[in-house]
């Protein structure tokens, strides 16, 4: 379990936080061409082999690398705007069902004596999680609807702003979790409703207020599913 975590935890600093959008354009241009393909192949390689922090692992860390680049051609590939989120979540789904399935065979052999404990990497896996990965989720899922009410507001407000909002609020949500304040989590939703009424009362659009519940409760669904994920592996271990 705990080498899965690891495994997914490279896979979530590769693929979402040390993912510059630049790469992304460029892969998409040029597709096997783009030299950022290569390098987002190798970082996944290095990433798996660093944080596991054993010898043995490294032809597994290899085959993680050469997996996960040739999904990514595939992905590349087929995928058109019109189903880019489909692409997406099975581009997702292929590396996860990848990282299961190594987890499963490799055995463990440390050589490095002084590791972080397993509760670390599951709290740093968890908290990871809901930031930018689960924003990037959520805006490709909700991305099919695209009220025009939402950009016309868009000059009032600060950059990137609801985006950083997003992944406080569900580190607020993974932490009240951890500490058993529920109660917490239902004050949070309602001071996010108040502080969003008055910008949708403003608006008077039906798709905007939908728009945004929807990114709400999938980004709460998502944060507490996390900290109840993250509260059963501590007792685990």
């Known amino acids: 379990m705990i080498i899965f975590i690891k495994l997914l935890l490279a896979h979530l600093l590769g693929d979402f936080i040390w ?25 996944h390689g290095v990433l798996a082999t660093v944080l596991v922090g054993e010898i043995y692992f490294i032809p597994y860390a290899i085959l993680i690398a050469v997996t996960h680049g040739i999904i990514d051609l595939i992905k590349l590939n087929f995928q058109k705007p019109e189903n880019k989120r489909t692409w997406f979540v099975v581009d997702q789904i292929a590396h996860l069902l990848i990282l299961i399935g190594i ?8 050589i490095i004596p002084f590791l972080p404990s397993n509760e670390f990497w599951i709290l740093t896996t968890g908290f990871i999680l809901v930031t930018k990965p689960t924003s990037i989720f959520i805006k490709t899922i909700i991305s099919i609807w695209s009220p025009e009410s939402q950009n016309s507001h868009q000059d009032n407000s ?28 239902g004050f949070l939703l309602v001071a996010k ?10 608006a008077k659009d039906r798709k905007l207020t939908e728009y945004v519940m929807i990114g709400t409760l999938i980004s709460f669904g998502i ?3 996390t900290g109840l994920a993250i509260q059963a592996l501590l007792q685990l271990c």
């Open 19 to 43: 993912r510059p959008n630049s790469w992304v354009i460029d892969k998409e241009n040029k597709k096997y061409k783009s030299i950022y393909l290569y390098l987002h192949i190798l970082l």
């Open 158 to 185: 600060l950059a990137n702003a609801g985006n950083y909002i997003g992944i406080l609020e569900r580190l607020f949500v993974v932490c009240f979790i951890l500490t058993g304040h529920f109660e917490a989590i």
């Open 223 to 225: 944060s507490i599913l």
């Open 193 to 202: 409703s108040i502080f969003r009424f008055g910008d949708l009362q403003e």
């Open 103 to 110: 987890a499963l065979l490799y055995h463990r052999n440390s």
